[in-house]
């Protein structure tokens, strides 16, 4: 389905009846995001959200992505998958070996299709330029803050159009955007991406770098934004493949180098000059769940804002999962398996990147197994495709497993594993925004072959695992005063190989001594893995303490073995200090609402139309926090 502005989209979705109106005024500063925290984290309410009275002229939607249904509405197919099979047909028709003429022929539709899905430079003004702002004013717009500590205001849902200026290669990225001016932002480039490449080949031409921010129109093009393409790839070929229909651009008025879709329900032109000195930006309550910190980006000047008569400003939240960007992960995941399977990995059978790991964090990939030493391979292969390579955690099994089962995938990659030989351990390139690592985005990596195992690759037989009957989880509290909290729910019920504990740390290797004594006991037989946490974790929640344990955890550094024989891996996923550990970097805290918002939205939430009294999540976290900034001072 095609939408021609967000108007449209918003129409789709009331017909749906997934968009709730509201008509009180919800102030953009902090308390759009507390309603929206609210409604995402509520499965049986989770609708999105129009906010008609914003103090602006325009109103402002959000979480209209932030389900599975309606990131299906938002690629018009009936369940996410759907697009793999057209993705799948198109790969296949065009792979086949053509032997003759006819069968060259035969192709002649299908390239037809790829040429009508090209995006094409139109004539005149288009829709986004409607209105011409007299004097451009970021001001004017609904922009949110979303968290008490971020640095200020921030464009969330900007497709940020950039050129390389020495090919004209087009590249649409999204970069939060800190607003410091009526007429200047923040340009949050990490080193990785395209964009940032282009700035530094302008900072070798000395040039100024156009750039254009799209925002609203067709739902696609913001998911076409966020999509991991190869450079060389227009994410409005991608955008023009998922709508069926191509994207009409027009050129931007002040930067007529770059060309923006003419439906887009705002465009914001400026320019970056390399040779300028960059902004302190940050810090922003970011998709991990923790505060990214302050850092230097370079500056963006507007030099026009255009706009849509009727327009409505797009914005999402991110934050403690799970939010809408999980689920537009989901749907990368999903498109993007075939070209994986089809170009680079063919063994694979299927992938699932589960919210609690935040995109890179935790990876699930089953494949077609025939050989010994497979794994590796597809762990290799893994770790060098494209955003793949920001992976930190890779779990692989074989088989008919259920990937979405995990309780069935955990009892069949356990029984698999031989701890000290079947986890693999390596580093490389990390994302930007993981502060475990030692240093800034070069980090450990750990892949758990949870295959079935050839003759070649057994050191020695797997026994089937069941937790002693002579274990018990008060004991260990009773006995270890710094243990807090033990979850052996995967063992005892499950016979899963694995338990969760919460540890207060007070000195140094105290994890590590921690974990060789409790390897030492008779009751602990068996087991395969122990995580780690911090004390201020709830170790009964699986979910919560699974997030904090994979964003608080470098692999390659915080792993350590029993000096036994039967080794027991353990992994360290607590915070780490200079103090304790000899941590040289900033350690950010988690995201959490402020009492004063939490307590304004519950007193506006009977005007808000959205049922009875949903509580804030942040009460959950409140007392995990350390301190109330952005970033835990080393007192904590």
Wanted: hydrophobic share 40%; proline share 6%.
């Amino acid at each position: 389905m095609v939408h021609k502005s967000l108007r449209s989209w918003i129409e789709t979705l009331e017909k749906a009846g997934e968009l709730v109106r509201i008509k009180t005024f919800v102030d953009p500063v902090l308390e759009i995001s507390e309603i929206t925290d609210r409604v995402s984290k509520t499965p049986d309410r989770n609708k999105a959200l129009l906010f008609e009275n914003t103090g602006t002229d325009f109103p402002v939607l959000i979480n209209s992505m932030g389900s599975e249904r309606r990131m299906c509405l938002a690629l018009g197919v009936d369940k996410l998958d759907d697009v793999i099979h057209d993705i799948e047909s198109i790969f296949k028709t065009l792979s086949a070996p053509k032997s003759g003429l006819l069968e060259k022929l035969a192709m002649l539709p299908q390239l037809g299709k790829f040429a009508s899905w090209m995006p094409k430079v139109v004539g005149g003004r288009g829709a986004c330029q409607e209105v011409v702002m007299s004097k451009p004013n970021l001001d004017l717009l609904p922009i949110l803050k979303c968290w008490p500590k971020d640095g200020g205001r921030f464009v969330t849902l900007p497709a940020i159009h950039t050129k390389d200026p020495n090919t004209g290669q087009r590249n649409i990225g999204m970069y939060r955007m800190q607003v410091f001016s009526p007429d200047m932002t923040g340009m949050h480039w990490h080193k990785h991406k395209v964009s940032a490449r282009h700035y530094n080949e302008y900072k070798k031409l000395n040039k100024r770098m156009p750039v254009a921010v799209a925002l609203g129109g067709d739902p696609i093009y913001t998911y076409a934004a966020t999509a991991p393409l190869p450079e060389n790839v227009d994410e409005y070929m991608l955008a023009g493949f998922l709508r069926k229909k191509r994207v009409d651009l027009v050129k931007c008025i002040t930067q007529p180098e770059i060309e923006v879709p003419a439906d887009a329900d705002f465009i914001i032109e400026g320019y970056v000059d390399p040779g300028e000195e960059m902004v302190w930006e940050g810090p922003f309550g970011d998709h991990t769940g923790y505060y990214s910190l302050p850092d230097w980006y370079p500056r963006f000047h507007v030099t026009a804002i255009t706009h849509r008569k009727d327009a409505v400003y797009p914005a999402t939240i991110v934050g403690i999962p799970p939010q809408e960007d999980a689920w537009l992960g989901k749907a990368t995941e999903r498109i993007f398996l075939t070209p994986i399977k089809m170009t680079m990995v063919p063994e694979i059978k299927d992938m699932n990147m589960p919210i609690e790991g935040v995109f890179h964090n935790l990876v699930i990939t089953t494949i077609n197994k025939e050989y010994a030493g497979q794994g590796q391979k597809v762990m290799n292969a893994m770790w060098g495709a494209g955003q793949m390579m920001f992976n930190k955690i890779l779990v692989l099994a074989d088989g008919n497993i259920d990937i979405n089962n995990y309780k069935e995938l955990a009892q069949y990659v356990f029984n698999n594993v031989n701890p000290a030989t079947d986890i693999y351990f390596s580093q490389g390139p990390m994302d930007v925004l993981d502060h475990s690592c030692s240093k800034l985005g070069f980090g450990g990596k750990m892949c758990i072959d949870g295959t079935r195992k050839w003759e070649e690759e057994m050191s020695e037989p797997l026994q089937p695992f069941s937790l002693s009957k002579d274990f018990s989880a008060e004991a260990l509290l009773s006995r270890f005063s710094e243990i807090t909290g033990i979850n052996d729910s995967l063992a005892r019920l499950w016979n899963i190989p694995v338990l969760f504990i919460s540890i207060k740390k007070e000195r140094t290797n105290q994890v590590h001594d921690v974990h060789e004594q409790l390897s030492a006991l008779p009751a602990l037989q068996g087991i395969k893995m122990i995580l780690y946490v911090e004390h201020t974790v709830d170790v009964s929640d699986i979910a919560d303490a699974l997030w904090r344990f994979c964003n608080n955890l470098d692999p390659k550094r915080d792993h350590f073995y029993n000096s036994g024989k039967a080794k027991i891996l353990g992994l360290d996923g607590t915070r780490k200090t200079k103090a304790l550990d000899g941590f040289d970097r900033p350690w950010p805290n988690i995201i959490v609402a402020d009492e004063s918002t939490i307590a304004s939205v519950d007193k506006k939430w009977p005007e808000l139309n959205l049922g009875p009294l949903i509580t804030s999540p942040s009460l959950k976290h409140q007392n995990q926090m350390y301190g109330e900034e952005a970033e835990v001072s080393e007192q904590f």
